[in-house]
């Protein structure tokens, strides 16, 4: 079970708020003051990746956010419902090359600030799984 849920709507006034929101609990759950603004971005990129993907593909659901402190770590979850979306790319065969361009940059920024990040897709939709270790108080 997650430590925090958020569930915002496809627009991306709301990404501002995920991201105080994950830099907030990742405080509280140990890890290193040097990486949150690493989270900050990071959790920026991911869901304004999620939102371009919902308005794009003309989605209704909300972006969902899961935030969960573990043992030793701390992890982070954003998801989409736009199925076929690991690689970045449109369901829609790269008809908007552009939007396709802007999801593969931000998968690569989110890349080079997270070490364990996990890219996953499906019928349902996709995955960015991303974590950080904590240090003990």
């Known amino acids: 079970m997650p430590t925090v849920e958020l569930l ?58 899961l935030l969960n402190e573990e043992e030793k770590k701390f992890s982070i979850e954003v998801a989409d419902e736009v199925p076929g979306t690991a690689s970045g790319s449109s369901p829609d065969d790269g008809e908007d090359s552009a939007a396709d361009d802007e999801g593969e940059m931000g998968l690569a920024v989110i890349s080079g600030l997270v070490d364990d990040v996990e890219v996953l897709g499906g019928e349902n939709g996709g995955v960015i799984r991303m974590s950080w270790p904590t240090v003990a108080p």
């Open 8 to 65: 915002f709507s496809a627009q991306p006034e709301h990404v501002r708020t995920a991201r105080l929101v994950a830099a907030a609990v990742a405080r509280r759950a140990g890890v290193d003051e040097a990486a949150l603004d690493e989270v900050r971005l990071a959790v920026g990129e991911a869901c304004s990746r999620a939102v371009g993907l919902h308005r794009n593909n003309g989605v209704e659901q909300p972006v969902r956010v």
